[in-house]
């Protein structure tokens, strides 16, 4: 069965510095590929996803991903966070075709100091 | 805000108790997805409906039940309940066929409390 590895568990940043987080997924194949981020007390939202083309994605509030498929890699970058990033990032992985369910990674708590 | 509405939002019980949790997805969304987000197992997909049909099952326990009635909101039973169940439970939808199909979207979730 396909897994999700966050690597970070929880990652510490101040302001303005920039963010990298890992996401590597167990076997390939055609998948698609999503970030969500929890802030806290409320639910995931979407922040970027990539089905197929080019393999730099970007969100919103200015992420982006890069898929390596080699790597079977995902991984979330920003250059700049700020204070309001603070929140939980999970990385999910679907196996297009069949019925197969959203698998997630157990997450990477995200603090931004001042 | 996703669309997805859960309720209730906080619930807290008794070891040995059945509860019901509700979710009514997006509109014209046909798929339900039931996640269980804890400390220590992370978010766990329970079960998926699609229109009204069990689609996909996950860690869904056997004390656990669903099911998606028709006009397309469902249900996540849970009995017998154990201190361990205490968890955040997601409710997800999607949209119907295509790429868009694999793309979920959250409710705030219930935060059921067992003691």
């Known amino acids: 069965a396909q897994s999700v590895s966050q690597h970070n568990h929880h990652v510490i940043l101040s302001e303005a510095a920039s963010l990298e987080l890992g996401c590597n997924y167990s076997?390939?194949?055609?998948?698609?590929l999503f970030w969500y981020v929890q802030y806290p007390g409320q639910h995931l939202q979407l922040l970027l996803k990539?089905?197929?083309?080019?393999?730099l994605v970007k969100g919103i509030k200015g992420f982006e991903a890069e898929f390596i498929k080699s790597k079977f890699s995902f991984n979330l970058r920003k250059p700049s966070v700020q204070w309001s990033d603070t929140a939980e990032y999970f990385c999910?992985?679907?196996?297009?075709?069949?019925?197969?369910?959203?698998?997630f990674g157990k997450g990477t708590r995200l603090s931004v100091i001042a | 805000d996703s669309g997805v509405t859960q309720t209730p939002k906080h619930l807290i019980t008794a070891t040995g108790q059945r509860v019901t949790l509700r979710c009514s997805p997006r509109?014209?969304?046909?798929?339900v997805y039931w996640y269980q987000q804890s400390l220590d197992q992370g978010l766990q997909f329970l079960i998926q409906?699609?229109?009204?049909?069990?689609?996909a099952k996950g860690n869904i326990l056997e004390r656990f039940s669903a099911q998606q009635f028709p006009d397309l909101h469902s249900e996540l039973n849970l009995s017998s309940l154990e201190l361990g169940d205490s968890a955040l439970y997601f409710c997800?939808?999607?949209?119907?066929?295509?790429?868009?199909?694999?793309?979920?979207?959250f409710g705030p979730g219930t935060r059921l409390t067992v003691l």
């Open positions: 999910a992985v679907r196996d297009r075709g069949g019925n197969t369910p959203l698998v």
């Open positions: 076997y390939g194949g055609t998948v698609n």
């Open positions: 997800a939808s999607s949209p119907p066929g295509g790429q868009t199909y694999n793309e979920q979207f």
């Open positions: 509109s014209g969304d046909l798929s």
């Open positions: 409906y699609y229109n009204g049909e069990e689609r």
């Open positions: 990539y089905f197929s083309g080019d393999p």
